[in-house]
Each structure stands twice: as structure tokens, then as C-alpha cells.
């Protein structure tokens, strides 16, 4: 806690006072002002105003040497700056050498609320301070809810800070005392133990958390971590952060437990973003754990210790303009299942002509291709080369209505199949063509703040075909392998409502207010003619504030007459931190419907309440529901959350003092409520 708050303190130390400018020039008011020729010294007396640069002294009386630059000044003695006051009965301070002496010292910094207090607040020297019978706070007040306070506490930059005699209080009591305290006071990164955590999970039992941070260099750092989980065991961890130039740079974890009466565990996970010579790309977002009892553990929230499986993807990548070659590696582990015959894709390799125009004509040509080794531990492997070239036309009608025809072939080659010794080949056409237009109309002044307001009604209908081919001697890896016959209009109606909202700067905000697509497809094929109509598909953003949206995607059964899918979303919440999120999702074929419910409150200040529940209602269970209250002062807060998983059941309490952190923690488990 004081060490946190030590650190602080010293930041602030090393740029006070930041203002003085001892290159620029002295400015200096009173009432009475003299001037000594002999020792080029001011007297100034009477409501005494002296600023040099951005620093701004107030007192009743001064001497300031303007050879020197020494100045003493008694009485009410202010020193401003745009981000800190410092206050005192009397200042002694050299304009040019930046050292200097603050008696009954107050400084106040803005942007942290820090208030310290001190008989005298010294600047030694560079890199020296020193602060005697003082105390530090970000409470505001005579008596502040919490604050520190200490005999003397000697601070050097780069080096240590000592205090001495150290008392933590709340209000005037004195809650716990150190006699002595030596700290690291860089203003870089310092390698050292990190503060410890401690509580209680009814899965993990009760928990210590230590950690040691190792600078490793400007560029790099790492955390080491142990735990001490009661009913679990003994854990290790490790996190190491790099950045090399400005476009790579990447992060890599690794822990691993011992656990009671069971096997070990462990998980590993590296996220990398970077650039090779010659211009190559390389990505990688690898996860990867020994099974899932880890998530179970150790996972905070819905879709973490609900996790059926794990992948990790390194990619390599290439572009040249409108060519681009990708190269990726694929593996997934299946956490519910110890399924061998997860298809893994060691690698896959793509090549892509992106859509390119023929010289001056209205064609243009495209080429998709992609190489993959589909390797498993049992079943189906083999490789797979697929190669679809396509021609399209980009034309104009009345410079209203685009057309967009596309004729393509895709060629498949497999090889190496461990079930066959036969290699495979067969290939397919595809056409496609595509009719849009767009309509609208901008109104001026509608209603409201509303300055303009554009409606845009966009009709879209495609027309694809695919033949009716045997593809049952093909190998059976993934969609690509089963083209379906297609022979389909597909129709679309999109409405946008756009707002323009101008500010009196006479800039503008643009804002969609409303968002609604409707779509359905017709099948054209004979075996299809009972029901040819699709399920209609309605999607829709309705922004009508910023402060509110509601968001719908549902789709229509048109042959029961009933909804087969839906999702929704409703988002209220005002500046006052208060909100409210709801949803609700059901998925027919997959028998899904769940809902949650997130809910802010702060009309209650200081008292803040927040509530999540999540609930399936097709098996009529809730699978979590967490309650917190949260009782917030200017330069303190109280938070008991209280949590309800399937899993596990849990009750946390945690203490933060603003500028310091959480200082404190206890919990404990419900058990059989």
C-alpha cells in the first residue's frame, strides 16, 4: 500500500517544481518594491506576484537576488503551476539550481488528488527530496477518510526511498505502524516483488499470489508467479512481453500446477504480431492447455471456464499490390471430447489474385487458390489443392443499375489419402450474377437537433447456379469437398437512415439511426417446387440516441409459420454509470434459449449496484448470476461481490484507496445456500 503510494509521491518529486524555467524571464509586482544595486537584490513587500514561465509565487514579502537566483519569501507563500499547488509559511528556492526548502509545505497535484503534507518539503538537489513530519493522502478535507504519514521520508531518484516511523491511519487512528521502509524510487521500470493477493475460491480453497517483475530491458520484461492454492496446489507461472521496432511485438504465458491427488497441469498461450525480412508477415495466436479442468479452475468469465476447446494459428503472409500468399498452421484440442479425429491443418496455404481489371474492357479476372494437408491422429488424411479461377464484368445501366455477372471454375486435386491409394480429381462451375441499385432522398431540418437526414433504400437480387454433380467418390474433409447444387434467386431490401447533427463549431456528427435488412431466397430447382421460399432473415440497428440501441437478427420460417432463429440486444445507459444490457438467443434445430440480463446502478451515489444473471431456459437452469455493491468515497472504495456459478459459489470483499490500489482482500464460500 505505502509502497504504491511512495512510488507516486516520487514521480511528482521529480518534476517539481516542473514549472520553473530558469532561461526565461522574471516578472515581478508588489505593493512596495525596492532594488539594491549593490547586491542585486529585490525587496518586495504588499500582495507580491512573481512569475517565470509557467511558475507563479504569491507571498507577502520577498527577497529574490536576480544575479543568484535566490528568493525567500514569508507569509501565505503560494507557488502555482497548471497541474500543482505548493503552499507554505515560507519558501527558500534558487530559480537557477532548482533546489529549495517549503515550511509548513501543502502540495496538491490535480490529476492524482495527492495531498502531502510536510514541516518542510525539500529539494536537496537533482535527484534528492526530502519530506519531514508529513503525511499523504488523496482525500480531500481536514481529516481525510485514510491517509499515511511518516517522520521523514528521504527519496533519491534512481535510488531509494526511505521512511521512517511510518503510520497508516483511518480518519485520526492510527491503524498500523512501520518502523522503517526502504523502497526502489525509479521513475522507469524497476525489477522487484510485486504486491501479494489473497483469498478463497470454493474450488481452489484458499490462495496466495506472489509475483516477482524482472526488467529485462527497454524493450523487454517478465513476471514470474507462484501460488499456493489449499486445495489444489502449488502453482507456477510465467509472463514474458517483447517489443522489437515498431511493428513487432508480442507476449507469451505459461503456467503449470501440481495438483492434489491428480495429474499435473499446465497451459501455454503466445500472441505475436511482427515482420520478417523481405517483407513477410508472421502472426501467431496460440492457446493451448492439457485438459479442461484448467478453465474450470482458473477461468473468471463466460466463455473462459466454459471453454470446449483450444486452437492455435501460425501464419506467415506475403503481399505484392493484389497478390497475396498466406501460409498457416491450424491445431485444435477438443476439451469436452478426447476426440482423435479432430481435423488439424498442417498447414494450409492460400494464393489470391484479388479481382484485377483487363486492360481498358469492363472484365476482370480473379484467382483463388489453397493447398491443405489435413492430418489427424485417426481417420481420414490426406491433401487437397484447390484452384478456382473466375471472370467478371463490372457494367452500368442508366447510371442507375449495376450489374455484376461472374462465371467461375473450381478444380479439386487430392493425394496422399491413407484410406485409398487412388488420387482424386474433379472439378465444378459456378455463375453468378448480381443486380444493385441504391435510391435516396435528404431531408432538410426533419425534427430535433437533427440538421439533415438522409434515407437510403438499397434493393440487391443475385441469381446463382451450380450443376447437379456426383461428388461421393470425393473425400470428405470439409465444404469444399460437397459443392451443393445451387440454382437460386437471392433477394435483399436494406433502409438507412442517416443522421447529420452540427456542432456549433460548425463541425458535424454523423450518426446511423436505423439499420434494417430484410432477405429471403427462391429455389429454383424442380425438386424444390412445394417450397421454394427460404426463411426470411431480418437484421436490424436502431440507434435512436446515443445513449440507447437495440439490435435484432431473426429469421422466419416461412413454411411453419413460426421464428427458427433470433437473437436481441438492448443497450440503455446515461453518463452517470447507469446501464442497463439485455439479451435474449434461440437457435430452434439446436434447442437453444438463453438469455442474460446486465444491470448499473448509481442513482443510489455513494452506494453503486450492478447485477449479472445469465439463464438457459430450454433446461430451465441458471448458469450465473453475480451480485456486487459498491460503496465509493472521493479517495476510497468498499466492493462485496458475491458470485453464483454451477461451478462454484463465492463471496469477495475488496478495500481500494485511490493512488494506491487494492489494498486488501477476504472472502470466503456460501457453501450450501
Known amino acids: 500500500m505505502l509502497l504504491r503510494l511512495i512510488l507516486t509521491l516520487c514521480l511528482i518529486l521529480s518534476s517539481w517544481p516542473a514549472f520553473a524555467d530558469s532561461g526565461a524571464p522574471v516578472n515581478l509586482e508588489a505593493d512596495r518594491l525596492n532594488y539594491d544595486r549593490e547586491t542585486g537584490r529585490y525587496q518586495a513587500s504588499g500582495n507580491v506576484y512573481l512569475k517565470q514561465g509557467e511558475l507563479e509565487l504569491r507571498s507577502r514579502s520577498l527577497w529574490w537576488n536576480q544575479t543568484s537566483g535566490e528568493l525567500d519569501a514569508e507569509g501565505d507563500v503560494r507557488l502555482t503551476s497548471p497541474d500543482e499547488d505548493l503552499a507554505g509559511s515560507r519558501a527558500v528556492y534558487n530559480l537557477q539550481q532548482g533546489t529549495g526548502r517549503v515550511e509548513d509545505g501543502q502540495l496538491f497535484v490535480r490529476d492524482q488528488n495527492l495531498h502531502v503534507h510536510g514541516k518542510t518539503i525539500e529539494r536537496l538537489g537533482k535527484f534528492e527530496f526530502r519530506v519531514t513530519d508529513g503525511t499523504f493522502t488523496t482525500c480531500d478535507g481536514e481529516k481525510p477518510s485514510w491517509k499515511f504519514g511518516a517522520d521523514r521520508l528521504d527519496v533519491t531518484l534512481g535510488g531509494y526511498a526511505r521512511a521512517r516511523h511510518a503510520v497508516f491511519y483511518l480518519k485520526d487512528i492510527p491503524f498500523f505502524y512501520l518502523p522503517y521502509l526502504a523502497y526502489p524510487a525509479k521513475t522507469e521500470r524497476e525489477s522487484g516483488f510485486l504486491t501479494p493477493r489473497i483469498g478463497y475460491s470454493s474450488r481452489r480453497g484458499a490462495q496466495f499470489s506472489g509475483a516477482y517483475y524482472q526488467v529485462l530491458g527497454q524493450n523487454q520484461d517478465a513476471t ?32 503449470h500446477i501440481d495438483v492434489k491427488n491428480a495429474d499435473q497441469r499446465y497451459a501455454l498461450k503466445w500472441q505475436h504480431q511482427g515482420l520478417l525480412p523481405g517483407g513477410v508477415r508472421m502472426a501467431a495466436d496460440a492457446e493451448y492447455v492439457d485438459n479442461r479442468d484448467y478453465f474450470e479452475d482458473f477461468g473468471e468469465v463466460a466463455g473462459e471456464y466454459n471453454k470446449d476447446k483450444v486452437q492455435s494459428i501460425f501464419s506467415l503472409s506475403k503481399n505484392w499490390g493484389k497478390h497475396n500468399l498466406v501460409g498457416q498452421f491450424k491445431y485444435t484440442k477438443d476439451l469436452e ?54 471472370l467478371s464484368a463490372s457494367l452500368q445501366f442508366w447510371n442507375l443499375i449495376a450489374v455484376t455477372p461472374e462465371v467461375g471454375y473450381r478444380e479439386r486435386f487430392y493425394w496422399g489419402l491413407n484410406e485409398s491409394t487412388a488420387d482424386r480429381e474433379d472439378g465444378i462451375v459456378d455463375f453468378s450474377t448480381r443486380l444493385s441499385t441504391r435510391l435516396q432522398r435528404v431531408y432538410e431540418q426533419p425534427f430535433g437537433a437533427i440538421a439533415k437526414l438522409r434515407h437510403g433504400i438499397e434493393p440487391e437480387l443475385v441469381y446463382r447456379y451450380s450443376p447437379e454433380q456426383d461428388q461421393s467418390g470425393l473425400p470428405g474433409f470439409d465444404s469444399l469437398d460437397r459443392i451443393e447444387e445451387a440454382n437460386r434467386l437471392e433477394y435483399a431490401l436494406v433502409q438507412r437512415l442517416t443522421a447529420r447533427f452540427e456542432r456549433n463549431d460548425g463541425t458535424a456528427d454523423y450518426r446511423e439511426l436505423l439499420y434494417l435488412r430484410l432477405s429471403q431466397s427462391y429455389d429454383l430447382r424442380s425438386e424444390a417446387e412445394q417450397q421454394p421460399f427460404s426463411a426470411i432473415r431480418g437484421e436490424l440497428n436502431l440507434l435512436p440516441t446515443d445513449w440507447a440501441s437495440l439490435r435484432l437478427d431473426t429469421t422466419l420460417d416461412v413454411d411453419q409459420g413460426e421464428w427458427s432463429k433470433g437473437a436481441i440486444e438492448l443497450a440503455v445507459h446515461d453518463r452517470r454509470e447507469n446501464a442497463l444490457r439485455a439479451g435474449y438467443r434461440t437457435d430452434r434445430d439446436e434447442e437453444i434459449k438463453y438469455g442474460s440480463l446486465q444491470l448499473d446502478v448509481a442513482y443510489l451515489k455513494p452506494f453503486f449496484i450492478s447485477y449479472l444473471q445469465r439463464y438457459d431456459f430450454a433446461d430451465g437452469k441458471q448458469l450465473e448470476q453475480v451480485a456486487g455493491i459498491e460503496y465509493r468515497q472521493q479517495c476510497w472504495s468498499a466492493q462485496l461481490t458475491f458470485t453464483d456459478r454451477e461451478m462454484d459459489r463465492s463471496v469477495m470483499l475488496n478495500f481500494t484507496l485511490r493512488g494506491i490500489g487494492t489494498v486488501g482482500g477476504v472472502g470466503g464460500s456460501l457453501g450450501g445456500i
Open 224 to 255: 514470474f508467479y507462484f501460488d499456493y492454492l489449499s486445495d489444489l496446489g502449488l502453482g507456477k507461472g510465467l509472463e514474458y512481453r517483447y517489443i522489437f521496432g515498431q511493428k513487432t511485438a508480442g507476449e507469451a504465458h505459461f503456467y
Open 337 to 390: 471430447f478426447n476426440d482423435p479425429t479432430t481435423l488439424q491443418l498442417l498447414p494450409r496455404i492460400n494464393f489470391d489474385a484479388t479481382r484485377q481489371r483487363i486492360a481498358k474492357t469492363p472484365f476482370y479476372y480473379a484467382l483463388a487458390g489453397e493447398y491443405t494437408n489435413f492430418w489427424r491422429d485417426q481417420g481420414l488424411r490426406g491433401q487437397r489443392l484447390t484452384v478456382r479461377p473466375s
